[in-house]
């Protein structure tokens, strides 16, 4: 099939966002101007540079939607924590993805416990293996639908790393113990599973 995105594609559910997958899921935690915190993830987001290492995340617009308050809160504050998603946390992730009004605190709702950051002010999943400590970099605008506003896309710079220890094996970060969960299309997920090495040909 062949289509033009502005005019549909006339099937049950938007074939696009199964197009791009799997995508790494940013397990968002920020905290509001009155210290409250909050949790969401989201399924638009990747590393953008290593050096300095910087991440982005795409928020959307949808009113009810899960994750409306990060964008506000990042753009406040300025500070925000990523964790990278473990399969073994799958369900407590999908939990905090729930549509909840501000004044909940999505970390309770999913049972997760909080610890402290060592840099930004909001607080880290305790039990979350890998989590990025980030400064707002800068924001940008996305183009809208019908005159809605479009997504926000936010960059931020990682200034700090957690990592847990035995997920470091002979000097490497080993993915397949902690076996980190991707978004497909639809309601489906995947996890990292299998690796192998392709290495780059020598020109």
């Known amino acids: 099939m062949f289509y033009e995105p502005k005019d549909g594609h006339g099937l049950p559910h938007n074939p696009f966002k199964a197009i791009v997958t799997p995508r790494p899921i940013a397990w968002v935690s920020t905290l509001d101007t009155d210290g409250n915190a909050n949790l969401a993830p989201y399924s638009y987001f ?10 982005m995340i795409s928020s959307s617009p949808a009113p009810g939607r899960f994750g409306k308050d990060t964008l506000s809160n990042i753009l406040t504050t300025g500070e925000f924590v990523v964790h990278i998603v473990p399969y073994s946390m799958r369900d407590a992730m999908n939990i905090s993805s729930g549509a909840f009004s501000s004044d909940v605190d999505e970390f309770k ?4 416990e909080k610890a402290p950051s060592s840099l930004v002010a909001p ?3 305790a039990d979350a293996p890998i989590a990025l400590e980030c400064r707002h970099h800068i924001d940008l605008g996305m183009p809208g639908k019908k005159g809605m506003r479009g997504a926000h896309v936010v960059f931020g710079e990682v200034i700090g790393i957690h990592i847990a220890d035995e997920l470091i094996v002979d000097g490497v970060l080993d993915v397949l113990k902690f076996n980190p969960l991707a978004r497909l299309g639809y309601m489906d997920y995947t996890a990292v599973t299998d690796v192998f090495p392709l290495d780059r040909p020598k020109v």
């Open 46 to 55: 990747n590393a953008v540079s290593d050096d300095p290492p910087m991440v």
């Open 123 to 125: 607080p880290r999943i």
């Open 109 to 112: 709702q999913a049972g997760l």
